[in-house]
């Protein structure tokens, strides 16, 4: 089993930035990658972003290039998603996804509230 546990969301004007963070702890010996996805009320959960977890290439959304940006902490096994230049339609819970093996975990999602 794999836990995750975000943190970092909250309210914050249009413009503004968080970093929502992911620690992972359990059987995370076998990570492939993780990544972040969001679900906006009557929305469907969408992808945000993802890191390979030994090679650390990213790849993000159209929707936050050049805003977002995601890291990990390889030793301490915990994922970082930094969010600049905030905009209304980015609010939404956030949910960090690990994929470990054949297996995909998620988090409890954290609320991002982006005011206009």
Not at 15 to 34: Q, Y
Not at 63 to 91: C, H, W
Request: hydrophobic share 35%.
């Amino acid at each position: 089993q794999v836990q995750l546990v975000e943190s970092g969301g909250g309210l914050v004007q249009a413009g503004g930035s968080l970093r929502l963070s992911c620690a992972a702890s359990g059987r995370t010996s076998s990570t492939v990658a993780m990544g972040w996805f969001r679900q906006a009320p009557g929305k469907e959960r969408e992808f945000v972003a993802t890191i390979i977890w030994d090679g650390g290439s990213t790849s993000y959304a159209d929707s936050v290039i050049g805003r977002f940006t995601m890291s990990r902490d390889y030793a301490n096994k915990t994922v970082y998603l930094q969010m600049n230049s905030l905009k209304p339609e980015d609010t939404a819970v956030y949910y960090c996804n690990a994929r470990v093996a054949f297996t995909s975990y998620w988090g409890q999602g954290t609320q991002v509230t982006v005011s206009s």
